[in-house]
């Protein structure tokens, strides 16, 4: 950083208006006097920037706990009150900035200028509007509020009696066949066992390829009303599409075909029959696939039918015309099956 080129911080006078002062050989006004307040500096733009020549960088300028007026990191006292500095706050620094283009410029420049206004006239400029962050803020407070009051009338329930006025039970079993199955995959991948392949060009990945630089130009505060500025350059890729053989074939697989079920309302459950076509891996074979079971109870409340799915023990332990307690859903009337207690 010592060998980087300095160029002058600018600061704005909050007492008298002057503006565009320098922020490093200007720490008083040259109108009126008052001392650089140095949350006040800010980056030039590219017509306004004055080089520092032959400035040695010694550190963050010390801000007088007295007077507020800023002297170099060198020094004991205050140049301007001479009260000491060994226990000074040291001036707080800009965020880097990259440099702006010419509509951001001109944002920028129009809040220093209403910022110098406020200054010099604080009863004369309207307060700011709603910033964009504070709006979130609101947005999101009132989206909670609705989530909450949603999240509790869904919540919200209400006990009732019911009595069990049926059972419902129903199980099933997949079926799998053994036969031709379509596919598709990289060439290189295919199985050896696929038959009726045809061949196709398609994207398969896509390779960086670099294609120049991205530059651009940052600058950094230092502290002492100076800045200093340096080119940051990376590496620009453009992406290009790799090409290779997309395969599409038939293959001889055990899949899905068709479902046996039976149902009733009885309490004995049983499997229903597959009738299955051979039992060996032959074209046109069937096996016995995964298996499953649900049985429900029905209920009876004031008015209204309910259906809980339970496991088969407790299904079978709820004897018809006996008393339980149910949770309901105040809102979408729906039961809480978890909630099934038997009245005493």
């Known amino acids: 950083m010592a060998g980087d080129r300095a160029y002058e911080m600018l600061w704005d006078c909050g007492y008298c208006g002057a503006q565009k002062l320098l922020g490093k050989s200007q720490k008083f006004c040259p109108q009126c006097g008052a001392p650089q307040d140095t949350q006040a500096r800010y980056f030039p733009d590219e017509p306004d920037k004055v080089e520092v020549l032959g400035h040695r960088y010694e550190g963050a300028d010390k801000i007088c ?21 060994s226990e000074a706050a040291r001036a707080k620094r800009l965020q880097d900035q990259v440099r702006a283009d010419e509509a951001k410029f001109a944002a920028s420049l129009s809040l ?17 509007a709603r910033t964009g962050n504070q709006r979130l803020y609101l947005w999101v407070a009132v989206a909670l509020s609705v989530l909450g009051l949603v999240l509790a009338l ?6 009732e009696t019911v009595v069990v006025s049926g059972h ?3 199980q099933a079993i997949q079926i799998e066949r053994y036969g031709p199955v379509a596919e598709s995959a990289w060439c290189d991948s295919m199985p050896f066992a696929a038959y009726g392949v045809a061949r196709h060009s398609e994207i398969r990945s896509y390779q960086q390829i670099p294609d120049g630089q991205d530059c651009q ?16 350059c990376r590496p ?6 790799v090409y290779d053989q997309r395969c599409d074939y038939r293959i001889d697989r055990w899949s899905w075909s068709r479902e046996a079920s039976a149902e009733g309302h009885d309490l004995a459950p049983r499997w229903p ?5 051979g039992a060996r891996p032959c074209l046109g074979c069937e096996r016995e696939g995964g298996r499953e079971s649900r049985f429900e109870v029905l209920l009876r409340g004031q008015g209204r039918e309910y259906r809980c799915g339970l496991a088969q023990e407790a299904w079978r332990g709820m004897r018809d015309g006996s008393r339980w307690t149910l ?8 039961p809480r099956c978890d909630s099934l207690k038997p009245v005493d």
């Open 112 to 128: 220093r200028q209403q910022e110098a206004e406020r200054r010099r006239h604080p009863a004369a400029v309207a307060p700011p």
């Open 327 to 334: 949770k309901v859903g105040a809102v979408d009337k729906q």
């Open 65 to 85: 706990p007295a007077c507020q007026a800023p002297n170099g990191a060198l020094a004991e006292f205050c140049g301007r009150c001479g009260s000491p500095l």
């Open 154 to 159: 869904l919540f919200w329930t209400r006990q």
């Open 168 to 170: 419902y039970w129903r």
């Open 236 to 241: 620009k890729y453009r992406s290009e599409p």
């Open 273 to 277: 029959s597959t009738g299955l076509a």
């Open 217 to 232: 130009m940052r600058r950094v505060d230092r502290g002492d009303g100076t800045f200093t500025e340096h080119q940051e």
